[in-house]
């Protein structure tokens, strides 16, 4: 088991991440009947799919010698209706190194080699921009 969520009422709940204690809210956003006062649920969806890529890219560039912390990444996230679903995530990185066309390629490639990347449904489309410093 990964973690406990609870109903808190008022369209909220809390997720306790077991091995590390670690808390996340979730709100019903505004135009779902919620406060939005936290991530929602599709929110948290959106947010982890440019988590994902920015570990994924990590790992590789600490194998390449490379340190890009300070890096970041703006997600929106596009609500279809009938069904109520995530149609779109724009995710645009905004890369603090300069790095030469090989690497960029590299990175960029491995992004999209990440579990959230290829766990996503096929039909959310995912537009993906890399800034580089």
Known sequence: MISNVTYL????TSSIHLQSGSEIISDAPIDNNGKGEAFSPT???ANA???CMFTVM???ANA???DFSGSTAEVTKVMGIEPRRITEIHVVFNMEISANE???IILEK???TCPVFYSLHP???KKITFNWK
């Open 58 to 60: 990590g790992i590789k």
């Open 49 to 51: 799919l440019a988590s």
């Open 110 to 112: 491995t992004a999209t």
């Open 43 to 45: 929110d948290t969806v």
């Open 9 to 12: 009422g008022n369209l909220r």
């Open 102 to 104: 090989k690497t960029k």
């Open 64 to 66: 390449m010698g490379i």
């Open 123 to 125: 039909e959310i489309e």
